[in-house]
């Protein structure tokens, strides 16, 4: 039997997800990122802000905030 695969967009397209620095204050930063999901980039997102805005702890409200910064973008 033949596996059906969905998407939850109609046009057939998958989307990736997308992360711009800039978009949580960092109006300096020119840092982005992409993936397939939020799982896959907020590993780098987190990073990126030890390494480079001197974050040290990524609580329940940073990430909070990190996703709703997360946008879809078409791939």
Known sequence: MAQETRSSNPSGQSKQKHFRCADLGHKEC???????????????????????????????????????????RAA
Not at 51 to 57: A, D, M, R, T, V
């Open 30 to 72: 020119n840092w982005e990122v992409s993936g397939k999901s939020e799982e896959e980039i907020l590993p780098q997102i987190e990073r990126h802000g030890r390494e480079h805005h001197n974050i040290s702890n990524f609580d329940n409200d940073a990430r909070s905030r990190v996703r709703g910064a997360i946008r879809d």
